[in-house]
Nanobody, 120 residues
Framework: QVQLVESGGGLVQAGGSLRLSCAASGSIFSINAMGWYRQAPGKQRELVATITSGVSTNYADSVKGRFTITRDNAKNTVYLQISSLKPVDTAVYYC??????????????WGQGTQVTVSS
């Protein structure tokens, strides 16, 4: 089994910064793309940023220039540095990862989410 555990969320004032982390553990042969998504109250889950195993990145237009996704392959961890936070960034942030197993098919796993609340 595989677990993704997020951390780093919290309450921050507008203009502030946070660093989210998501560590994968368990039966992992390799990790392909990793990503961050968010879901605000009453809204659908939306893509925030993704990073491939070759460290190519992709961002939602709403976060370009403010959010940075990175990964540490040795630690099976993906990070999201979020800066210049706005109240509209308030959401539960989820990470996911495409994980290959030594035996059997791969699967996209999700973390449990971490709350980010931005006050004005």
């Amino acid at each position: 089994q595989v677990q993704l555990v997020e951390s780093g969320g919290g309450l921050v004032q507008a203009g502030g910064s946070l660093r989210l982390s998501c560590a994968a553990s368990g039966s992992i042969f390799s990790i392909n793309a990793m990503g961050w998504y968010r879901q605000a109250p009453g809204k659908q889950r939306e893509l925030v940023a993704t990073i491939t195993s070759g460290v190519s990145t992709n961002y939602a237009d709403s976060v370009k220039g403010r959010f940075t996704i990175t990964r540490d392959n040795a630690k099976n961890t993906v990070y999201l540095q979020i800066s210049s936070l706005k109240p509209v960034d308030t959401a539960v942030y989820y990470c996911n990862a495409g994980i290959a197993h030594k035996h059997g098919p791969g699967y996209v796993y999700w973390g449990q989410g971490t709350q980010v609340t931005v006050s004005s």
